[in-house]
């Protein structure tokens, strides 16, 4: 099973930025569409950002313009970058391949919350 841990949440004021990583622990990663997913409370875990192996992005609706994803092929890693973040934007983050599979069992994710 591939291991997935989530990193870089924090509590941030509206308009402000975070950096989010995603450390995969096996290079199987380099091959996997990947994707950002959130859950905020009491709603339905809801994926934001995907990025094929080639590079190729995807993004919901709700944050386009403002969320950039990337990744790191030689790291492993996968990232979220979160530019002009709204109190809307509170959820628990996660990485996960897309579309999900068992042998991508989810990490404990990163706590984001914008709140002034």
């Known amino acids: 099973q591939v291991q997935l841990v989530e990193s870089g949440g924090g509590l941030v004021q509206p308009g402000g930025s975070l950096l989010l990583s995603c450390a995969a622990s096996?290079?199987?990663?380099?091959?996997?569409?990947m994707g950002w997913y959130r859950q905020a409370p009491g709603k339905q875990r809801e994926l934001v950002a995907t990025?094929?192996?080639?590079?190729?992005?995807n993004y919901v609706d709700s944050v386009k313009g403002r969320f950039t994803i990337s990744r790191d092929n030689a790291k492993n890693t996968l990232y979220l970058q979160m530019n002009s973040l709204k109190p809307e934007d509170t959820a628990v983050y996660y990485c996960?391949?897309?579309?999900?599979?068992?042998?991508?069992?989810w990490g404990q994710g990163t706590q984001v919350t914008v709140s002034s």
């Open positions: 996960n391949a897309v579309p999900t599979d068992s042998s991508w069992p």
């Open positions: 096996e290079s199987i990663f380099r091959f996997a569409a």
């Open positions: 990025i094929s192996s080639g590079g190729r992005t």
